[in-house]
């Protein structure tokens, strides 16, 4: 199956037989989200090139730039002997954080690793209890508390919670925030102070949860809960439906933060380790 650039390429005449201008071509990878500063490159990288310009050469000049800024397999999430490991999960409302959570608790579980899940976006009476419902249906314990709740405590005792239990993984679902809104990216970088209480290190991943179909401003939130929180990967949604996934590519020419996971659908198992000669195929 054609990748998204590909497609684009096709629909818009834009085959192996007939050149292109420059001006529809850098138009066309626009709408791939990858960023201004990987299209210049994609665009340097064709001018220097002899000969024709046409698909062939596009999608190579792309998937060159491209498997540059992004890794072939991230680093996996491993169990610590230091205790548990710490993963909170960020992002704006709406992204898919609390199911991400289910969805990467079951994947831990399923390899036979220890989990806990915290249902720390108190702010949502309907997050908690969909929360529940999912640790109900694995298996897994969630740590809650009511409504308008402390999510700063409520991190730092389920941390403690954790270590007691012996637990390989805590997952903190958080609440979703605006990134423009600093009182309350200030109230996330608050619960990151509460488990460093516990360890220092902690939390030990920040995984920045993202919807593919918000395109080009998603690299604004990643740089805005970056610089509070310090992020160490992504999760990106629906990449199965609308969502292109370009913009995890100029996320990491940006700020160096590279796809951890990949949500591909509504059920459990559509949830997958971010490979990038998969991702490059669904991208070009």
Not at 180 to 200: C, G, H, Y
Request: charged share 20%.
């Amino acid at each position: 199956m054609a990748g998204f650039l590909t497609s684009l390429l096709g629909r818009l005449g834009i085959n192996n037989k007939e050149p292109v201008d420059w001006d529809e071509l850098e138009a066309t990878l626009w709408q791939t989200d990858l960023g201004s500063g990987t299209i210049a490159s994609i665009m340097t990288m064709l001018k220097e090139q002899k000969g024709s310009l046409d698909a062939s050469s596009i999608t190579q000049a792309a998937r060159i730039t491209l498997a540059s800024l992004l890794p072939e397999e991230p680093t996996p999430l491993i169990p610590s002997s230091q205790g548990p490991v710490l993963i909170f999960l960020v992002g704006v409302n709406g992204t898919g954080k609390t199911t991400s959570a289910a969805k990467l608790a079951y994947y831990l579980k399923n390899q036979g690793h220890s989990v806990l899940l915290a249902a720390a976006d108190t702010f949502r009476a309907a997050a908690i209890e969909q929360l529940s419902a999912w640790g109900e249906r694995l298996g897994i314990e969630v740590i809650k508390s009511h409504h308008g709740a402390d999510a700063a405590a409520l991190c730092h005792d389920a941390f403690l919670k954790a270590q007691r239990l012996h637990a390989d993984f805590i997952i903190c679902d958080t609440a979703g925030r605006l990134h423009t809104k600093s009182n309350l990216m200030q109230e996330l970088t608050k619960i990151k102070r509460s488990v460093a209480k516990v360890d220092p290190q902690a939390p030990h991943h920040v995984l920045l949860v993202i919807d593919t179909t918000t395109g080009t401003n998603a690299l604004h939130q990643a740089k805005e809960f970056h610089h509070a929180v310090g992020l160490t990967g992504l999760i990106l949604t629906k990449i199965d439906g609308a969502g292109k996934g370009g913009v995890a590519v100029a996320i990491a020419r940006e700020i160096g933060i590279a796809p951890l996971f990949l949500g591909t659908g509504e059920q459990l198992t559509d949830f997958e380790l971010f490979d990038q000669k998969k991702f490059l195929e669904r991208l070009i």
